[in-house]
């Protein structure tokens, strides 16, 4: 049975929380209602799982979850209500930046129907992030950009991300680490929960200096800049080199879809297209890696030892649809290579289309 450490603002909310959990099988071992109490009752109590609201009591969650990492390392679940979920965003992105496994909307008791779905969405996010595995922290590092100027291109090469659960922190890792001039577009799935988006982009231009921005449709790519896909919508890429949106179906239960993305990518671009799984549940995107990997593109899946969540990498690694199993750091490294590659593909395709149009005007 799954063991809960509960730390909420009050005994009112612990009550309420912890009989959520309770009723669906998990085991709350102890409810704290001081967040300077939380390091020690952790570390006495070895729960599988806390579960912490963000504003607590005297210490807040992001000072707590940077306290656990150092001493006491487990899986944190962040708990936030709704209607602080947009005035609080850097707050819960520092949390997950400092350890923590996902952030979750927490469960009221007023409205109990209509709360019913995110009362499941809590248990399967607590009961989920208990199997995490989580390594000590010793504190952030400032990351450098190296000072790298990179020739630009007529066409802009497409670098494919789709992310999920324990995202943000290696998205600061690899944008944190891409040269200056980087000559490709970076187009990012990340699955997070509704109203965060903002905050993310807000936190990842402070963190990594890169030009970060939320997709529109029919917006140019361009070189040396990331774009997220928006709440709701999944993201490709056009023929004319465009963001496309699109709010059809959810696939494999999302929306947006690394698989939309990774396929549209992949029509457009071919042997040159680059697609990159990391952390996270489920096995959105690993089909369609795959593809990538057969049509003579780059494919790469983040490592389990520096992966949150095994799930999505793990997939593609099950269907041999990585060439390349990487850490953070070292997907950065690299990618400058890949790019250059990919924009060689392109070149050589474009001067062929030529040579056979000159070849029938002989």
Request: proline content about 6%.
């Amino acid at each position: 049975m799954t063991r809960v450490l509960l730390a909420a603002k009050s005994t009112a909310e612990s009550a309420y929380l912890g009989e959520i959990l309770t009723r669906s099988g998990l085991k709350v071992v102890a409810t704290v209602n001081d967040g300077e109490q939380v390091p020690a009752r952790t570390a006495s109590l070895q729960p599988d799982v806390v579960a912490m609201s963000l504003n607590m009591p005297r210490m807040d969650g992001v000072e707590v979850t940077r306290r656990l990492m150092q001493t006491c390392p487990v899986p944190i679940v962040i708990m936030c209500e709704r209607r602080e979920c947009q005035s609080v965003e850097k707050e819960a992105l520092e949390a997950l930046q400092a350890g923590a496994v996902a952030v979750v909307v927490k469960p009221r008791r007023e409205n109990e129907t209509a709360e019913a779905g995110i009362r499941e969405r809590f248990v399967e996010m607590v009961r989920l992030m208990a199997e995490v595995k989580v390594v000590t922290r010793r504190g952030g590092r400032e990351i450098r950009t190296p000072d790298l100027q990179r020739e630009r291109i007529p066409r802009v090469p497409v670098v494919a991300i789709g992310i999920s659960t324990g995202g943000p922190p290696v998205l600061r890792t690899i944008l944190g680490k891409l040269p200056r001039g980087f000559p490709a577009a970076v187009l990012i799935v990340q699955h997070i929960s509704r109203g965060f988006l903002v905050g993310m982009r807000d936190w990842l231009l402070e963190t990594t200096g890169y030009q970060v921005s939320i997709a529109t449709n029919g917006e140019l790519l361009m070189p040396g800049r990331a774009y997220l896909a928006p709440d709701d919508h999944h993201l490709g890429v056009g023929n004319d080199g465009r963001i496309m949106l699109a709010d059809t179906p959810p696939e494999n239960g999302l929306r947006p879809s690394v698989s939309y993305l990774f396929r549209s990518v992949l029509n457009v671009y071919g042997a040159g297209a680059i697609g990159i799984l990391l952390t996270g549940m489920g096995g959105d995107g690993a089909v369609e890696l795959k593809s990538i990997r057969t049509a003579g593109g780059i494919t790469i899946a983040q490592d389990r030892e520096s992966s949150a969540v095994y799930g999505m990498p793990g997939e593609a690694v099950a269907r041999d649809a990585a060439m390349y199993i990487l850490n953070p750091e070292r997907i950065a490294d690299v990618l400058p290579d890949f790019v250059e590659r990919s924009i060689k593909l392109s070149q050589c395709r474009t001067n062929r289309r030529i040579f056979e149009q000159e070849r029938k005007r002989i």
